[in-house]
């Protein structure tokens, strides 16, 4: 039934028309509204017939008799598919984008100002997840020794980003070791994936043991991407959580409280937007975000990646009412996950 109501080009610019009469207002939509907005000249009773055939179909509902129509998540998935994929973004938004990205002086500001101008076009959540550790492009790393033993592991990677572990490792080291290993590892694999490091290394490690002696064990300890990753997901930085508690789609305060618990968790953010670096298309949208707690199924999310120097690939993306500017929003992240891939890189 939803494939034959939209298979007319009128029916379609109605319900388009609807969705952003909403978007805008939050307000049942009448057929008169549509009427003053629709290109051809169309009668308030033709519109109804279609809203009516558009309601059947269960693309709208109509929350009170006398109340005009209110889109449904299978609207919003049409719109977003069909309509709000082939928009472009606004210089406006393009300028403000590359102004934003172009003032950052380090890869934690830049990333903060990434994730807040996603926040803003979606009335909702920012996320930027990075690249997982192993596919991380390293630039310096730094070992110090704690007094009972372990080790704290500062990875500096491509751009200025640091990432640290305390690590309570199999056999003791002394500081002039760690240092050793430190200076081995900066001067050979500086540029290099922490992955290709420890290929690397093992390749070392197995053709010529005698000669590296125990420098590189130090080392394959110390770098190994399971150890340092475990307990811990992806890193991750989300913005714009305040902007949920304004959203009149979560009424109730305990339908917030759930939310805001999941998005402090993170994992579920992560694996969210991990699983769009899969997805075949450049932008993935999921209406209904039912994957993070009941809460969810009134979100819409919006994700792309984006890669660092062609190397490690991440993820970024906007978590917001379903009740969202999709034509702002996927042009948004489709071109802030070409921008941030640049602005990264060059760090």
């Excluded at 110090?144 to 080790?151: C, F, K, S, T």
């Excluded at 990432?163 to 240092?179: C, I, N, Y």
């Excluded at 579920?268 to 937007?273: G, M």
């Amino acid at each position: 039934m939803t494939d034959s109501v939209l298979n007319s080009k009128r029916n379609q610019q109605i319900l388009a028309e609807i969705v952003r009469a909403y978007v805008a207002t939050g307000e049942p939509v009448s057929s008169r509204t549509i009427s003053k907005a629709h290109s051809e000249q169309l009668s308030s009773a033709s519109i109804r017939n279609v809203m009516a055939d558009l309601e059947d179909a269960g693309l709208l509902f109509q929350p009170h008799t006398s109340a005009g129509r209110v889109p449904t998540a299978e609207a919003y998935r049409f719109f977003a598919q069909q309509i709000a994929s082939q928009a472009n973004l606004s210089e406006e938004d393009k300028n403000w984008i590359r102004k934003e990205l172009e003032g950052a002086t380090t890869a934690e500001e830049l990333t903060e100002r990434a994730g807040h101008m996603l926040a803003a076009v979606s009335r909702g959540l920012g996320i930027i997840v990075m690249p997982p550790l192993a596919n991380t492009v390293l630039e310096h790393v730094r070992f110090l020794l704690l007094p009972d033993g372990r080790v704290v592991v500062v990875l500096i990677s491509v751009g200025g980003g640091t990432r640290d572990k305390v690590l309570r490792p199999e056999h003791g080291f002394t500081q002039p070791e760690l240092d050793r290993t430190a200076d081995y590892l900066n001067r050979h694999y500086s540029g290099w994936t922490l992955q290709a490091i420890r290929a690397d290394l093992l390749a070392k490690l197995a053709s010529e043991k005698e000669r590296y002696g125990k420098l590189l064990p130090v080392a394959l300890e110390l770098c190994d991407p399971a150890l340092l990753d475990s307990g811990r997901s992806r890193e991750v930085y989300v913005e714009g959580a305040a902007q949920f508690a304004s959203a009149p789609e979560l009424t109730g305060a305990e339908a917030l409280r759930e939310l805001l618990s999941a998005i402090e968790e993170k994992s579920k953010l992560v694996a969210l937007l991990n699983g769009c670096i899969e997805a075949p298309e450049p932008v993935h949208v999921q209406i209904g975000v039912k994957e993070i707690n009941g809460a969810g199924e009134h979100l819409s999310l919006i994700t792309a990646p984006y890669l660092v120097r062609d190397q490690g690939q991440g993820s970024l993306g906007v978590l917001g009412p379903m009740r969202m500017q999709y034509e702002r929003a996927i042009t948004a992240v489709a071109y802030m996950a070409r921008a941030f891939s640049e602005a990264i890189s060059r760090g």
